[in-house]
Every structure is written in C-alpha cells, then in structure tokens.
C-alpha cells in the first residue's frame, strides 16, 4: 500500500467520524424535541488503490420501529377519541348533578311532590298553593336549563369539529408538500440524506397528529412516500391532499338533527373532496379520534340525554293533565260494543280498545292515536311506548276522509267495526271473532275547571301539552327546554284545588290535589326505548321518580365508564410511547459511548495521518 493510499484511508476515515460525530451531536441535541427519530449513519466500504480499504458516507438511517409506529398511531387514535367522550360526559353528568345534592331534577322533583302532599292536608292555605306553584316552577326551570346545557354541549361539538377539520387540512396538505420533496433513493431502503430524514420525522409528526383526530391507515412505498386513507379506506393524501369540508350551523337546538342528506340536514356533514370534483361524506364512517368523538356525541349520546328529559317532562305533563273517560257499553243485536265521546280529543290523544280474539283467546290492544297533519300517516309502531298495542294513526282533519271510514279501513281486519259520526262513535266486534272487553278516550285536559281532578299545571310555552306528532316531528321533541307554568294558574292559584264551578267545589276539598299527589308518588308509566332505558319490546315500566333516577343513573354510569375506558387507553398509549421511545428515540448514555468510541477513531485516523506525514518528512530528508 502506497503512502498516498494510506493518507486517503485516513482522511476518508476523519470525513465519516466528522459526520457521524455531527449526527450524534444532532441526536443529543434533540433528545426533547418531540418526533425527533435517532438517526445513524450509513457507511460503506470502497477501495482504496490495489490493496487498501476506505469508507463513505452513503446516506442517514432513521431508527424507526414501523410496526410499534403504526401500533403508536392507532392507539392515539383511540386515546383521543375515549378521552375527549369522557370530558363531555363528565360536563353532562355535570349538568343533571349529583343525586344527593341541592339544585338537581331529583331535588326539584322531591320538592314539588312535597308541596304537593301539603296542599293535599291544607287546600285552602294560599301558602300552600303559591308553594306548590314555586315547586313546579323550580322543576321546568332545572328542565329548560339542563336542556340549554345539552344543546350547547352539541353546538360546542359542532365547533369542535370545524376546528378539527381546519386543523386535518393543514397537517394533509404538511403530508403531502413533503411527499413532493422527497425523492427517490436510488439506493433503496430506509437510507436518506440528513435533510430528508429531517422532513421524514416532520411529517410523521403531523401523521401522528392526523391520527388524533381520525382513524388513519398508512402505506409507504419504497421512495420513502406515504399514502394515508382512512379506516374504511377513503384516500386523504399521496402526492396531492383531498380537501375536507365541514358545513357548521350556526344553531343547535333539539330539533336540529343530523341526516345524510344534507338538502334536509340540520347540522353539519365531514366530507372529503378530490382535484378532480368528486367528493364523499365521512359523517358516519369515521370511527376512532376526535371527529368520531363529536359526531356520536353531537348525533346520538346527547341527542339520547336530551330525549331522556323530554320524556320525562311529557310524561310529567301528561301525569297531571291527561283523563281517561271510558266508554258506554252498547249493543247492537249479536255484537257488543262501547259508545265512544270524541270531542274532547286534541292531536295525539288517543283512543284505546282492548279486546279478546274468540278463536285464539288471544288478548289485544289498539290505541288510535289522533293526527292532524296527514303527511305523518302511517304511523310507525313505536309510535306508543306499549310494544303490545297496534298503534292506528287516524287523520282527524278531513283530509283523509271521515274518521269512521279510516277507523273501518285500518281495523275491520282486527274484527272491529266503527260506525256513527264524529265526534260521536260506536265500536263494535265482529259477531263470533271478537269481544271487546274495554274502550275508553284519552284527553288532554286544557281548563282548570273542566270537572276532573286533571290540571295542565304544565304546557309548552302557553300551549297544551298533547303529545302531538306532524310534519316537523313529535312535540316531545325538546319539550324539557320548553316546559313551563300555566300562566293561568300562576294568575289564580286557587283552581290547584277548585276543579268546578259549576257545581263550585267545595271548600277544602281534597280531590285535585290528591290525584296529583296519586299521579307523581304511585301512578307507573311507560317510557319509549329512545330514551336508553328499557327496550321496544320491554319498554321501562315505572313512576315518574323511578324513571328520572334510572336516567340520572344511566348517565353517571356512562361518565364513569368513559373515565376508566379513558384511563386505561392513556395506560396503553403511554406504553407504546415508552416503546417507540427505546426503539427510536436518542439514548444519551448510548450517544456518549459513542461519541468516546468517535473520538477514538477520530484519534487513530489523525495518528496515522501523522505518521504519514512523519515518513512524507524522512523521505524527503532523505533524498
């Protein structure tokens, strides 16, 4: 080996030992920096004249586990999506408050059946009353104020997804201008220049931060770019980034809901659109990170809480105002049947008929329910709670024809035959197939001196409460935010106790205030399965106090659930993180061994340089 040979050896071994050296200086330097990828360098063998071996530099390696990578990903995925549906539970919680403090609907509820009970042992005690009245107050003001917060819980995460999809767009288009930077290694493998392997940890870093807010799926190919879709396989980024749209509304209220067709939405839709025009909706696809988290909150679990309320403030409603007048029974030479009064009927009230099939024995139950807007007709089945009647829409405003000939049409098949003119209707069975055994009108008393104990103590903004369905939907439908006072009685509290005038009740007659005590202590009702409690085909079962501490219950379960869920998969990301951060973060003991093992080298390669220079120095002494 020739001096000159030598001397090249040792110079190409400083080159290599000063660019490992200032990579390991880069990797000490950034040990902190989150997404920061150790890196290596890569070193080749060349020759160096006929007998010699020297070494390159030939491109920086990222130590960079992909499989713990992608576990990291899918997980913070998950992470985000639990803890940001653990954070609104807990607020919700938060708004129907803790069963054993003050200010709560349980509380309230409790205060109105206890000034209830007092107005039952002293009815003509003005204090008694205007007691009352500030109890029922007290009630439909917690229900309007809980329903206000869930409404503003759904608008905040309808401005949290905007935000979240302002956020996705700039990190896919990050992704996308670096997969335009890089190019081709035509080494192949995982081996770059410095720079690149810079811009590689930058955009995994806003690939991690793309997956906290979606279930992301991402494939490399061999020129170090990335292709990333969705978890159901919609594409975001390659060489160029879709766009993601989001069209917020600027008001939530209980009747906006979602739908996939967003001429009839009222609420915004996450869609994804492409260069060339095409785009798709990832409303309902998406199924981990934060927009999943918004959108089920904002679609289902608050839209449930907010129907949990409605129920109960209907049902409260109706307790207290609903009378039930049975009919009179008639026959009609072989048939038998019950004379029905239906004037006193309001849209959605309902008739209801039981009666035994004959050839089976079979018990069954038809509740007709009045509609006034024939565009909702056919009424679906769960239209009523009770999943054992057969639920029959009637169009009570002509339109449809007469209600004896849409009663005859709907249930002659049922071996029930109607005749008369409403108001006025008899409904008979059918000789040797049927035998009614019960018919009777459900109505919604509106004056405080009808003549029944029943009050409208409750109404919907100055309207009866009827349970009406039409075209925009139920009048359940955020009725909590709605509730209120009769007016009328606030005006004159004495009908809490005088029920008729004429013949005037009674002085220190108990009658009304002890049904309204009957209807809130003792009386069961059913709750429609919408509500989360029960089920179609075994709706819950109860009295009003039951129902509202299942649904408290239920929602203090969910929040407590959704902590532990959060907790745990914070336990699982921080072990990943752990993992990822051994396989491929910057190790500062390793990284000083190092660096001694550099400065070593470093030390040998100057020997030898100096040696040569010694003999370059003899020879020349010698010539």
């Given at each position: 080996?020739?001096?000159?040979?030598?001397?090249?050896?040792?110079?190409?071994?400083?080159?290599?030992?000063?660019?490992?050296?200032?990579?390991?200086?880069?990797?000490?330097?950034?040990?902190?920096?989150?997404?920061?990828?150790?890196?290596?360098?890569?070193?080749?063998?060349?020759?160096a004249?006929?007998?010699?071996?020297?070494?390159?530099?030939?491109?920086?390696?990222?130590?960079?586990?992909?499989?713990?990578l992608?576990?990291?990903?899918?997980e913070?995925s998950?992470?985000?999506?639990?803890?940001?549906?653990?954070?609104?539970l807990?607020?919700?919680?938060?708004?129907?408050?803790?069963?054993?403090?003050?200010?709560?609907?349980?509380?309230?509820?409790?205060?109105?059946?206890?000034?209830?009970?007092?107005?039952?042992?002293?009815?003509?005690?003005?204090?008694?009353?205007?007691?009352?009245?500030?109890?029922?107050q007290?009630?439909?003001?917690?229900?309007?104020?809980?329903?206000?917060?869930?409404?503003?819980?759904?608008?905040?995460?309808?401005?949290?997804?905007?935000?979240?999809?302002?956020?996705?767009?700039?990190?896919?288009?990050?992704?996308?201008?670096?997969?335009?930077?890089?190019?081709?290694?035509?080494?192949?493998?995982?081996?770059?220049?410095?720079?690149?392997?810079?811009?590689?940890?930058?955009?995994?870093?806003?690939?991690?931060?793309?997956?906290?807010?979606?279930?992301?799926?991402?494939?490399?190919?061999?020129?170090?770019?990335?292709?990333?879709?969705?978890?159901s396989?919609?594409?975001?980024?390659?060489?160029?980034?879709?766009?993601?749209?989001f069209?917020?509304?600027?008001?939530?209220?209980?009747?906006?809901?979602?739908?996939?067709?967003?001429?009839i939405?009222?609420l915004?839709?996450?869609?994804?659109?492409?260069?060339?025009?095409?785009?798709?909706?990832?409303?309902?696809?998406?199924?981990?990170?934060?927009?999943?988290?918004?959108?089920?909150?904002?679609?289902?679990?608050?839209?449930?809480?907010?129907?949990?309320?409605?129920?109960?403030?209907?049902s409260?409603?109706?307790?207290?105002?609903?009378?039930?007048?049975?009919g009179?029974a008639?026959?009609?030479?072989?048939q038998?049947?019950?004379?029905?009064?239906?004037?006193?009927m309001?849209?959605?009230?309902?008739?209801?008929?039981?009666?035994?099939?004959?050839?089976?024995?079979?018990?069954?139950?038809?509740?007709?329910?009045?509609?006034?807007?024939?565009?909702?007709?056919?009424?679906?089945?769960n239209?009523?709670?009770?999943?054992?009647?057969y639920?029959?829409g009637?169009?009570?405003?002509?339109?449809?024809?007469?209600?004896?000939s849409?009663?005859?049409?709907?249930?002659?098949?049922?071996?029930?035959?109607?005749?008369?003119?409403?108001?006025?209707?008899?409904?008979?069975?059918?000789?040797?197939?049927?035998?009614?055994?019960?018919?009777?009108?459900t109505?919604?008393?509106?004056?405080?001196?009808?003549?029944?104990?029943s009050?409208?103590?409750?109404?919907?903004?100055?309207?009866?409460?009827?349970?009406?369905?039409?075209?925009?939907?139920?009048?359940?439908?955020g009725?909590?935010?709605?509730?209120?006072?009769?007016?009328?009685l606030?005006?004159?509290?004495?009908?809490?106790?005088?029920?008729?005038?004429?013949?005037?009740?009674?002085?220190?007659?108990?009658t009304?205030?002890?049904?309204?005590v009957?209807?809130?202590n003792?009386?069961?009702?059913?709750?429609?399965?919408?509500?989360?409690?029960?089920?179609?085909?075994?709706?819950?079962?109860?009295?009003?106090?039951?129902?509202?501490?299942?649904f408290?219950?239920q929602?203090?379960?969910?929040?407590?659930?959704?902590?532990?869920?959060?907790?745990?998969?914070?336990?699982?990301?921080?072990?990943?993180?752990?993992k990822?951060?051994?396989?491929?973060?910057?190790n500062?003991?390793?990284?000083?061994?190092?660096l001694l093992?550099?400065?070593?080298?470093?030390?040998?390669?100057?020997?030898?340089?100096?040696?040569?220079?010694?003999?370059?120095?003899?020879?020349?002494?010698?010539?």
């Amino acid at each position: 080996m020739s001096l000159g040979d030598a001397l090249a050896i040792a110079m190409a071994g400083l080159r290599v030992n000063q660019a490992t050296m200032s990579l390991v200086s880069s990797n000490v330097a950034n040990a902190e920096t989150p997404g920061y990828v150790r890196k290596t360098v890569n070193q080749s063998a060349v020759n160096a004249g006929e007998t010699g071996t020297s070494v390159k530099v030939v491109g920086v390696d990222r130590q960079l586990d992909d499989y713990i990578l992608a576990q990291l990903r899918t997980e913070t995925s998950g992470g985000a999506y639990a803890s940001l549906r653990s954070d609104f539970l807990k607020q919700l919680q938060g708004l129907f408050g803790d069963p054993n403090s003050t200010g709560t609907l349980e509380n309230s509820y409790n205060g109105l059946t206890t000034a209830l009970q007092a107005l039952a042992t002293s009815p003509d005690s003005t204090s008694a009353r205007i007691a009352v009245l500030n109890a029922a107050q007290a009630i439909s003001s917690n229900l309007n104020s809980t329903s206000n917060g869930i409404q503003t819980l759904r608008a905040g995460c309808e401005t949290g997804i905007a935000d979240a999809v302002t956020t996705a767009n700039n990190l896919m288009q990050q992704i996308a201008n670096i997969n335009t930077h890089i190019q081709t290694n035509p080494l192949g493998g995982t081996s770059t220049d410095a720079a690149t392997s810079a811009m590689l940890d930058q955009r995994d870093q806003a690939i991690n931060q793309l997956s906290q807010l979606m279930d992301i799926r991402v494939v490399t190919n061999g020129a170090n770019q990335v292709t990333v879709f969705t978890g159901s396989g919609v594409q975001l980024v390659g060489m160029e980034a879709a766009k993601l749209t989001f069209n917020a509304q600027g008001t939530v209220s209980p009747t906006t809901m979602w739908n996939p067709n967003t001429a009839i939405s009222d609420l915004g839709s996450i869609r994804v659109g492409y260069a060339n025009g095409s785009s798709s909706d990832l409303t309902s696809s998406l199924k981990s990170g934060k927009l999943a988290a918004y959108v089920e909150l904002r679609d289902k679990t608050l839209v449930q809480a907010q129907t949990q309320l409605d129920q109960f403030a209907a049902s409260l409603s109706s307790a207290l105002s609903d009378k039930t007048t049975a009919g009179t029974a008639v026959t009609s030479g072989t048939q038998a049947g019950f004379n029905l009064d239906l004037s006193s009927m309001k849209t959605g009230n309902t008739v209801n008929i039981s009666y035994t099939d004959t050839l089976t024995g079979a018990q069954h139950t038809v509740t007709v329910v009045r509609v006034d807007d024939p565009s909702v007709l056919p009424l679906p089945q769960n239209a009523t709670a009770d999943p054992n009647d057969y639920a029959v829409g009637i169009d009570f405003s002509g339109l449809s024809g007469s209600v004896v000939s849409q009663l005859n049409a709907a249930l002659n098949s049922r071996n029930l035959q109607f005749s008369g003119t409403a108001p006025n209707i008899t409904v008979l069975n059918n000789a040797g197939f049927s035998t009614i055994t019960a018919a009777s009108v459900t109505s919604t008393e509106t004056s405080l001196t009808g003549g029944t104990a029943s009050v409208p103590l409750f109404n919907d903004n100055g309207a009866a409460y009827t349970g009406a369905i039409n075209g925009y939907g139920s009048q359940m439908t955020g009725y909590a935010q709605r509730i209120s006072v009769n007016a009328d009685l606030i005006k004159d509290n004495s009908r809490l106790v005088v029920y008729s005038t004429s013949p005037l009740t009674a002085a220190g007659d108990t009658t009304r205030p002890d049904f309204l005590v009957k209807q809130l202590n003792t009386s069961k009702y059913l709750y429609s399965a919408k509500t989360g409690i029960g089920s179609d085909a075994a709706p819950y079962k109860g009295t009003l106090l039951s129902y509202l501490q299942q649904f408290v219950s239920q929602q203090g379960s969910n929040a407590a659930a959704a902590q532990q869920l959060s907790e745990g998969q914070n336990v699982v990301l921080n072990t990943l993180q752990q993992k990822f951060s051994t396989s491929s973060g910057v190790n500062m003991d390793e990284e000083m061994a190092h660096l001694l093992s550099l400065q070593n080298a470093y030390a040998a390669n100057a020997r030898v340089m100096s040696t040569i220079n010694q003999m370059y120095q003899s020879l020349m002494q010698a010539i």
